[in-house]
């Protein structure tokens, strides 16, 4: 079992070290000392006194920005080739919260709006308020929302929330949730029989 075993808020001696070997078994030698140097140059700059825990600490902190952003790059061009192979596609970072919670409301909107999709005002009321406890408790990190048009076409609106992301430690949510696309693209060709599955796989479980 990896660190998934840590809520976001657990900020204990053995979720720390956990977060900490995990990253570090990803990244080599000669960048870890890199990070650090960042680190200790980040932390002078305060004037204030700081112990090698706190260097590693936000070490740690830079390279899951910088590499979480680095995956965001390439999640928008993936996002492009999704739309132009006919997979619509709607993808949104957040850099806070609040942010998306706002955004996957706009999203779920729009599907009730929609008179060419079937959700209805409760059913985006409940999945907003599971969306809402989620997000705000730390252990959600983004989703893929998954809906079918009157036709039987699946839309998907992804929503990475890069703040819980960080913090878990999740540098890679973004195509993580393209997985989920994939995964609904590939498992069945019959529509009907997909709503099922769908209604299984990428429900509650969807949302990461």
């Known amino acids: 079992m990896g660190c998934e075993q840590y809520k976001a808020t657990d900020y204990s001696e053995k979720a720390r070290a956990c977060r900490e070997k995990e990253n570090k078994d990803s990244i080599p030698k000669e960048e870890q000392l890199k990070y650090e140097q960042a680190a200790r140059l980040d932390l002078e700059s305060t004037g204030k006194d700081f112990t090698n825990q706190e260097v590693r600490e936000k070490a740690e902190k830079i390279w899951q920005e910088e590499s979480f952003d680095k995956n965001s790059e390439k999640d928008y061009l993936t996002i492009k080739r999704f739309n132009k192979s006919g997979i619509n596609t709607s993808y949104a970072m957040s850099d806070s919260n609040s942010e998306s919670i706002r ?3 706009t999203a779920l909107d729009a599907r009730v709006a929609d008179t060419n999709h ?3 005002e409760a059913e985006a009321k409940k999945l907003l308020n599971e969306f809402k406890e989620g997000i705000s408790n ?6 893929n929302l998954l809906t079918f048009d009157k036709n039987g076409k699946r ?7 890069r703040t819980n992301a960080i913090k878990n430690g999740k540098t890679s949510t973004g195509i993580h949730e393209m997985g989920h ?6 498992v069945s060709v019959n529509s009907d029989a997909f709503k099922i599955v769908a209604g299984n796989v990428l429900g509650l479980s969807l949302i990461h």
């Open 103 to 105: 955004k996957f409301k």
């Open 118 to 120: 079937s959700m209805d």
């Open 138 to 143: 730390g252990t959600l990190n983004g989703v």
């Open 155 to 161: 839309v998907y609106d992804i929503i990475v929330d």
């Open 181 to 186: 696309t994939l995964f609904a693209e590939t």
